[in-house]
């Protein structure tokens, strides 16, 4: 980009600061456990070191484009800093069982709507019904919406009724297999909502069990020092 020296001269100095803080903080991070190795049985652990790693990669030479399109990745660590960003990340890889097999499900109905396609609508003088791969395309257009209707209406210049065909397809696709999936995902966000609740209650409790049991201490030695005092009296 055409920008003032000076403006990239400021920027030039951001990036190098950001990495350093970046580094100090992995650094520190690892110093605080107790074995080192420990630092890496976390996976966000993990993934914040590859980051960090990752912008020390120069951005010159050769290679200066592949280390600068790296560098993007930085952007992630926002992730780590947010709870509820990481919360949410991990509802979706949590989820992303469920959501596989409605995706299979979704894809067996695709398949069979374009090869239904490929057969009724074949002769479409837009060849978007040509073969399976492009009816898959045409399909995936109609679902998102996309101009569906001009697609529609030129099948319906061969089968009149051919709007039937569109409305099933979009009710079980964009109306409920999507639907299905922005379940899946809410429902796990709400299932590590409440694990995470739970958990801050437990640490809770156990730091009023432990603040218990300290005073239990401390009357118990004040006990103690009550009785040796009454003793030398």
């Not at 903080?25 to 605080?32: F, K, L, P, T």
């Not at 947010?82 to 890889?93: C, D, G, M, T, V």
């Not at 837009?126 to 109609?142: E, H, M, N, P, Q």
């Not at 009724?161 to 964009?174: E, G, K, M, P, Q």
């Amino acid at each position: 980009f055409n920008i003032d020296p000076l403006f990239e001269s400021i920027l030039f100095y951001v990036d190098n600061l950001i990495t350093i803080i970046f580094v100090i903080e992995i650094i520190v991070r690892i110093a605080a456990e107790k074995k080192p190795l420990d630092f890496f049985k976390d996976g966000w652990n993990i993934f914040d070191f590859i980051i960090v790693t990752v912008s020390l990669v120069p951005i010159d030479g050769n290679y200066a484009n592949v280390a600068r399109l790296i560098r993007i990745f930085r952007m992630l660590r926002l992730i780590t800093l947010l709870p509820e960003l990481k919360l949410i990340i991990e509802a979706l890889f949590k989820s992303a069982k469920s959501i596989g097999y409605v995706l299979i499900l979704m894809f067996i109905i695709f398949y069979v709507f374009a090869v239904i396609g490929t057969i009724l609508f074949e002769t479409t003088e837009s060849g978007l019904w040509s073969d399976v791969g492009i009816a898959l395309l045409t399909l995936f257009r109609v679902m998102t919406f996309e101009d569906w209707t001009d697609v529609m209406y030129e099948t319906m210049e061969i089968h009149p009724w051919s709007w039937f065909y569109y409305l099933v397809f979009i009710f079980l696709t964009t109306f409920t297999f999507l639907n299905m999936i922005i379940g899946i995902i809410l429902d796990t966000l709400n299932e590590e909502h409440k694990k995470d609740e739970k958990e801050r209650v437990n640490e809770e409790k156990e730091l009023l069990l432990s603040v218990v049991e300290k005073n239990k201490q401390l009357e118990h030695k004040l006990e103690t020092i009550e009785q040796i005092l009454r003793a030398k009296l």
